[in-house]
């Protein structure tokens, strides 16, 4: 449903990576969201936007 209102059912795998590193703390949001620009940077700059978006909902529900 995240994914769906993001725009992209494909960005679910994303959600839920951003919702378990907000539960268990295994890595911080702004290293969780820095470490996927750098794999995907320039060159992929529309999925980097929806992906961030969707890392930031996912730890929001793992972290609330």
């Given at each position: 449903?995240?994914?769906?209102k993001?725009?992209n059912?494909?960005a679910?795998n994303m959600?839920?990576i951003g919702?378990?590193?907000g539960?268990?703390?295994?890595?911080?949001?702004?290293?969780?969201?820095a470490s996927?620009?750098?794999v995907?940077?320039?060159?992929?700059q529309?999925?980097v936007?929806?992906?961030?978006?969707a890392?930031r909902e996912?730890?929001?529900?793992?972290?609330?």
């Amino acid at each position: 449903v995240i994914a769906e209102k993001l725009g992209n059912v494909r960005a679910t795998n994303m959600v839920m990576i951003g919702a378990y590193a907000g539960k268990t703390k295994i890595v911080s949001l702004d290293g969780l969201v820095a470490s996927f620009k750098e794999v995907f940077g320039s060159a992929k700059q529309e999925l980097v936007v929806l992906n961030e978006k969707a890392i930031r909902e996912g730890w929001g529900i793992g972290n609330g």
